[in-house]
């Protein structure tokens, strides 16, 4: 097939081994170790510079062909379309947006095919969208594109949703230098693509999980008999690791700023609290305000001078983004 490619956007012909592997390749390695696991080279390198591993989302790929297969065929599919034709799919998105997890899919589209695709990206990860733009233009066999279709665009309408809710509350934000973080309440297995689809949306990412940072909460608080006790508790066992304490009273917060705090999280202060620690701290720490936030309320927190905004809502509770799949003839 010819390949095809709008100008300043990345252009891919990929096919997939479609049955995953354990080759361990991580994000940033070469090409060639890539190949082990299926994924075009260069696909797998727009991952690994968009901050995902590869295999990761290969190995996501692959578990969401195989749920919707069930260890059998497209039976509809398999009945309608013969299995040498051919089609060109449109992702077009139906509403206005942010747009986050095309790779992604290209991946699932990856696992599926047993011919090479040829791809035509019109759009990169958090570029804004208007309602009937087209997003990624695939070619291959008929069959190929309408088993990948439900499981690509689960992921990328997922994603894409997450980014669109991050994007609005960057917007709110934006008169400010407060950032807008996301938090572990994340689905099971997609945290790193649900991560990744907040930065798309202009988002920042609070910690990937319980090992690489700590977040001393009120039940760590209560166990070790107060909050400096709990801080100090981690940092003698943890010395290398980054540590934040969450408070609720501007009692605590004068506590774990005297013991050295370097990260503080504000739980259901108020603006007034917020500006009241800010002027506690007085530099000596950032601080993260977290509850009662709404994007009515995010630009007068913002002001209060605290440094992020925490919003679980952004990977728990953002609705999708409504994207389609469109097949035509191919040319």
């Not at 060109?88 to 790779?103: C, H, I, Q, Y």
């Not at 992921?155 to 807008?180: E, P, Q």
């Not at 605590?252 to 701290?281: H, K, S, W, Y």
Request: some cysteine.
């Amino acid at each position: 097939m010819t390949e095809v490619s709008t100008p300043d956007l990345p252009l891919a012909q990929s096919g997939g081994c479609g049955d995953g592997c354990a080759c361990g390749t991580g994000p940033g390695e070469e090409h060639e170790e890539y190949m082990e696991c299926g994924l075009d080279p260069a696909l797998a390198q727009l991952l690994a510079d968009a901050g995902l591993d590869p295999l990761e989302v290969e190995d996501i790929a692959n578990v969401a062909i195989q749920e919707d297969l069930d260890h059998g065929v497209d039976v509809t599919t398999v009945a309608t379309i013969s299995e040498d034709a051919v089609a060109t799919a449109d992702f077009t998105a139906r509403e206005a947006g942010v747009v986050a997890g095309l790779r992604v899919a290209e991946a699932v589209i990856s696992v599926v095919c047993t011919d090479e695709f040829e791809v035509e990206r019109h759009v990169d990860d958090g570029d804004r969208v208007e309602e009937g733009q087209k997003l990624l233009t695939v070619t291959t066999r008929t069959r190929d594109l309408l088993t990948a279709e439900r499981s690509a665009l689960n992921l990328l309408c997922r994603l894409s949703g997450i980014a669109t809710a991050t994007r609005a509350w960057a917007d709110a934000l934006a008169a400010t230098d407060t950032k807008v973080r996301d938090t572990r309440k994340t689905t099971p297995g997609l945290r790193s693509l649900e991560k990744f689809a907040v930065r798309c949306g202009g988002g920042v990412n609070h910690r990937m999980s319980l090992s690489d940072a700590a977040l001393v909460k009120d039940n760590h608080v209560m166990a070790a008999g107060g909050v400096a006790q709990a801080f100090r508790a981690v940092g003698e066992m943890f010395p290398d690791v980054p540590i934040e304490v969450e408070v609720d009273t501007l009692h605590q917060l004068r506590e774990v700023v005297d013991a050295g705090a370097d990260l503080i999280l504000l739980d259901n202060f108020t603006p007034t609290e917020c500006e009241e620690a800010v002027a506690i701290v007085n530099g000596r720490a950032l601080l993260e305000a977290s509850g009662r936030l709404t994007l009515g309320n995010a630009e007068a927190y913002a002001k209060t001078g605290v440094d992020f905004l925490a919003v679980g809502a952004l990977t728990h509770s953002s609705p999708i983004l409504d994207i389609g799949l469109d097949l035509r003839a191919a040319e």
